[in-house]
Nanobody, 123 residues
Framework: QVQLVESGGGLVQTGDSLRLSCAAS????????MAWFRQAPGKEREFVAD????????RYPDSAKGRFTISRDNAKNTLFLQMNSLEPEDTASYYC????????????????WGQGTQVTVSS
């Protein structure tokens, strides 16, 4: 089992930055590919970023490229999401997820999920 706890969300204004964290416990964090997803009310869950177990490869959808950066500190069992130039469209609950393998799946079939942290961007 892996337990994931997100933090760092909040209410910000357009153009501001936030750094989300996801603290992992329970198993060897460095064995898991990790990802961030988000879900706004009334919308489907959306992929935000993923990263391999070593941190060597990261992927983003077009909506996040150039604004968001995913990173991890395996020594501290923590995943991060640096979000810059935030827009109202980024308002959502943000979830971290862990996959039992080094390389992220191409779907959202992750094994473990956190409870989420709310990000609200006002215009």
């Amino acid at each position: 089992q892996v337990q994931l706890v997100e933090s760092g969300g909040g209410l910000v204004q357009t153009g501001d930055s936030l750094r989300l964290s996801c603290a992992a416990s329970g198993r060897t964090f460095g064995n898991y590919a990790m990802a961030w997803f988000r879900q706004a009310p009334g919308k489907e869950r959306e992929f935000v970023a993923d990263i391999t177990c070593t941190g060597s490869t990261r992927r983003y959808p077009d909506s996040a490229k150039g604004r968001f950066t995913i990173s991890r500190d395996n020594a501290k069992n923590t995943l991060f999401l640096q979000m810059n130039s935030l827009e109202p469209e980024d308002t959502a609950s943000y979830y971290c997820a862990a996959y039992s393998g080094c390389y992220p799946p191409r779907t959202d079939e992750y094994d473990y999920w956190g409870q989420g942290t709310q990000v609200t961007v006002s215009s």
